[in-house]
């Protein structure tokens, strides 16, 4: 297809191409649960997400196009700053906010890794939310995140997961080996506990959040393992540097813990 200008987009969805103010997109067996999901967070007055337009002439999701700048990993120095954390952190919080009350439609289909389909809503939910805040899928302008892109893998979740997701990347909740370089000396307490003030998470939120992320860590490995079976794109990923990272993260969160929960104890 030689129309409009191809979006790398998040690297496992190929076939993304932005035609004029649109980004149009593979349809996909949940596109049309996340377009009934973003038209409630427009009607709901959250502007920091694509707006839905059905579906076009060629049987392609059509989105509009959300103009600003996307990091890559390694993320850049730039993105160190704690008013980047403060920024996402409110954009989340609003997400939340805007989320919070919407029933999915009795026949919605949600997205998500091989191995997770079909068990995504099987745990305790509270809303529908993003639930995948990589790099990518987060647009800055001037220097700050104002919009979130890429609802593939939404579905409903708890707040707790959206969060500790968000801080998986941008904390980064990672041995400090498998972070970007401005990021392998960062004050991952501190980073956290930013986070936390800026979203107003709850007490019962900042005791759970650490504890959760270990098992997190050893879901994402699971999953990641499990997936790596099931499809070559996952496999790839797998063999890139997952099959490592995601157990170094798992230790390292496992020791890393009791700093991160005293520090989300202290006034901020």
């Not at 500790?164 to 904390?171: E, G, P, Q, R």
């Not at 790596?228 to 890139?240: M, T």
Request: net charge negative; charged share 25%; proline share 9%.
């Amino acid at each position: 297809m030689s129309e409009g200008e191809l979006l790398i987009g998040d690297g496992v969805t190929q076939g993304i191409v932005r035609i004029g103010d649109t980004v149009r997109r593979p349809l996909r067996p949940f596109s049309l649960t996340v377009q009934a999901y973003l038209a409630h967070l427009r009607d709901a007055g959250f502007t920091g997400a694509p707006l839905p337009f059905g579906v076009d002439g060629q049987g392609r999701e059509m989105l509009s196009f959300v103009p600003g700048d996307v990091p890559r990993n390694p993320l850049p120095p730039e993105t160190v700053g704690d008013d980047v954390l403060v920024a996402l952190a409110t954009l989340i919080a609003a997400l939340h906010e805007a989320s919070a009350g919407w029933a999915p439609p009795p026949d919605a289909v949600w997205g998500g890794t091989p191995a997770s389909v079909g068990r995504l809503v099987s745990e305790r939910t509270e809303l529908v939310s993003h639930c995948d805040y990589y790099p990518g899928n987060v647009v800055f302008r001037d220097g700050l995140p104002v919009a979130l892109i890429d609802f593939d893998m939404a579905h409903p979740t708890t707040r707790l997961y959206d969060i500790a997701n968000a801080l998986w990347y941008w904390a980064p909740l990672r041995d400090p080996r498998d972070r970007a370089p401005a990021f392998t000396g960062a004050d991952i307490p501190h980073r956290v506990a930013v986070f936390a003030d800026a979203y107003g998470m709850t007490a019962r939120h900042r005791a759970e959040l650490a504890p959760f992320a270990v098992d997190m860590a050893r879901r994402y490995h699971e999953d990641s393992r499990a997936s790596a079976e099931l499809d070559p794109v996952f496999r790839k990923l797998w063999e890139d540097g997952a099959k490592d990272e995601l157990p170094r993260a798992e230790a390292w969160l496992r020791e890393a813990a009791p700093a991160i929960t005293a520090r989300l104890g202290q006034p901020g």
